[in-house]
C-alpha cells in the first residue's frame, strides 16, 4: 500500500538540543546539536530509509519521532495532528500507533523477565484483555515472528541474537501500530541473520499494512529495504529521493562518498567504481561547521559554502538536496 495525499509522519524543521557540563553547576554547560532543521514526510505504506555515519544523530531523529525524548524545536505531527509537547497522558493514545524497535536485542530486553511477559506487557498497559485473551495474543504473535509457543516462558539469555530481536519485533507490533521506527535493527546481528530479519519485517508490513522508517548505517540493507532514502550529516537531511534514484545518482558530495563505500561485484573489464575517500574527521556537534556543515571535508567547496547554509530544496520531482552545487 503506497502514500496518501497526507503524511502519516512529518516532521518540520526539528531539532533536538543536549545540554552538558559539570553535574553540579551550570556555568560552562554547552549545547550539543544532535538534530538540527530536519523536516521529513512519511507516506502511509512505505518504507523510508535514513542512512549516515555514526554519531550523525540517526538514533537521536529515531527516539524524537516516537517521542521518547522532548523535542527542542520544530514540530512532530502524526497523521497530520502536531504532537510535539503533548504530555505523556496526552501522547498515551499515539503510543498504540507509533512504536520502536531497537539496535541491540539483548539490552532492550530486560534480562529478569520472561519473553512472554515482556511481549505481554503493552497489551496489559494498552489493551482491554483478559489474563487468557493476553496469553493467546502473545502466542500468536511469537508464531508471527517465527518463534515457537514453548518460547514464551524462557529468558533473554536462552536465546540468540537473532531471536531475541524478533521477540522485540513482536512486542512493538503487539498493539498494531500503524508505523513503526526501525533503529539500526539488524547492525547487531550476523548477516545470515540480517537477511532473515529483513525478510521477516517485510513479511510482517505487507501483512500488516505497517509502515517503517528503517534507519541503519549499512546502505546495502537500506538499498534492499526502502523505497525512499533520505541522507544524513551531522544532524541534518543532506538528501533525499527514491532509492534506485539516489543509488543510481547520488547529487550531494557526501552521499557519494557514501556510496561509493558500498562494495560492488564488477562484473566487467576496467568498470571498477570510483572510491571518494573524504578528508578530515567529522566535525563536533558540540560546535558545528558555519554555512554548510559539510564544507570542511566537501572536494567541491567553495567559498560560498563556509557561510551560507544551503537548504533543503527540490531540484527534480522527489529528489531534495542540500547543497549550492549538487550534481542534478
Known amino acids: 500500500m503506497q502514500g496518501t495525499d497526507q503524511p502519516i509522519l512529518e516532521t518540520r524543521a526539528l531539532g533536538k538540543r543536549f545540554s552538558i557540563g559539570t553535574r553540579f553547576s551550570s556555568e560552562g554547560r554547552r549545547l550539543v546539536h ?6 521529513l514526510t512519511v507516506q502511509r505504506g512505505e518504507t523510508l530509509g535514513l542512512v549516515g555515519e555514526s554519531g550523525c544523530g540517526k538514533s537521536t531523529l529515531a527516539r524524537c519521532l516516537v517521542r521518547l525524548y522532548d523535542i527542542t524545536e520544530g514540530q512532530l505531527l502524526f497523521e497530520g495532528e502536531d504532537i510535539t509537547g503533548k504530555s505523556l497522558a496526552g501522547l498515551r493514545p499515539f503510543r498504540r500507533r507509533l512504536q520502536m524497535v531497537f539496535q541491540d536485542p539483548s539490552a532492550s530486553l530486560n534480562p ?7 511481549v505481554a506487557e503493552p497489551l496489559r498497559v494498552h489493551g482491554k484483555l483478559g489474563a487468557k ?8 504473535l511469537f508464531d508471527l515472528v517465527g518463534l515457537l509457543p514453548d518460547h514464551v516462558v524462557r529468558y533473554p539469555h536462552e536465546f540468540s541474537g537473532g531471536q531475541r530481536q524478533r521477540v522485540g519485533i513482536a512486542r512493538a507490533i503487539a498493539l498494531n501500530p500503524d508505523l513503526v521506527v526501525l533503529d539500526e535493527p539488524v547492525s547487531a546481528l550476523d548477516v545470515s541473520v540480517q537477511a532473515q530479519i529483513v525478510n521477516l519485517l517485510a513479511d510482517l508490513q505487507e501483512k500488516l499494512k505497517l509502515t517503517y522508517v528503517f534507519i541503519a548505517h549499512d546502505l546495502s540493507v537500506v538499498r534492499q529495504v526502502s523505497n525512499r532514502i533520505a541522507v544524513m550529516y551531522l544532524g541534518s537531511i ?3 529521493g527514491p532509492s534506485e534514484a ?3 545518482a547520488p547529487a550531494h558530495p557526501y552521499s557519494q562518498a557514501l556510496i561509493s563505500a558500498v562494495p560492488v561485484v564488477e562484473t566487467t573489464p576496467g568498470g571498477r567504481r570510483r572510491r571518494i575517500i573524504l578528508s578530515g574527521d567529522v566535525p563536533s556537534p558540540l560546535n558545528p561547521p558555519t554555512g554548510c556543515r559539510f564544507h570542511p571535508r566537501c572536494p567541491v567547496a567553495q567559498e560560498r559554502c563556509a557561510r551560507e547554509r544551503p537548504a533543503l530544496v527540490e531540484h527534480k520531482a522527489g529528489r531534495k538536496v542540500a547543497c549550492h552545487f549538487p550534481t542534478i
Not at 34 to 39: H, K, L, M, P, Q
Not at 112 to 118: A, I, K
Request: charged share 40%.
Open 34 to 39: 544532535a538534530v538540527d532543521n530536519v523536516s
Open 112 to 118: 529478569r523477565r520472561r519473553v512472554g511477559d515482556l
Open 133 to 140: 485473551a493476553i496469553r493467546e495474543r502473545v502466542v500468536e
Open 238 to 240: 543532506v538528501e533525499e
Open 246 to 248: 539516489v543509488f543510481s
